[in-house]
């Protein structure tokens, strides 16, 4: 249970602001079909979050415990400081004809933007944390639905009314207490 609450806060709080959050402001503005946006970021996040854990699961086995510590600690310090960082689109979503459909589209525009995004190493480590990844991934696409799908029904008045830079500090608090915790060695966060 413990993976699956941590996994769902820390991405929850984490894709707040995050160029995917943004480009769901996008996607919701042009097509205004949030049924069909809101599955695609669904399938996206189900398949990319279940590749990342499947590494992260794989360093777990590969580093042994000592050296993992130290990784995932570094890790999650890391993800602390990179929160800090306002995320920016670097394109426009969309622009001219979609060959995919509305779905498609936002499956691929997800899929592709979460590359190596905060989310998406955020779930590798906490999937070489938690030995259980299916409450990882559970955890991690319930948190991105969570930041998403708000951003998809309600758009700008939502956005508006939220201070992402105190949304960004908390997230980066929560980081960097994971990466404490882990390098101090502490089993049970709750």
Known sequence: MEAFLVSTG?????EMGDKTQLLALLLAAR????????????????????GAAAVGGWIA?????DLLRWVIGGS????AAWMLVPD????EAGGGRQRFGVFGTTVLAFFL????????????ALAARYSDLLAVVTGTTLGMMLANVPVVLLGDAVAKKV???LVHGIAA?????????????????F
């Open 163 to 165: 201070s992402m830079q």
């Open 76 to 79: 999650f310090l890391a993800m």
């Open 31 to 50: 097509f205004r079909r949030p049924v069909p946006i809101v599955l695609g970021i669904l399938v996206a996040t189900l398949i990319n979050h279940a």
């Open 61 to 65: 086995r590969a580093l042994g415990p």
């Open 10 to 14: 820390v991405v929850a709080l984490g």
């Open 88 to 91: 920016k689109m670097e394109g």
């Open 173 to 189: 608090l929560l980081f960097a207490v994971l990466g404490v915790l882990t390098l101090f060695n502490v089993g049970k966060l």
């Open 113 to 124: 933007a979460e590359m190596g995004d905060k989310t998406q190493i955020a779930t590798v």
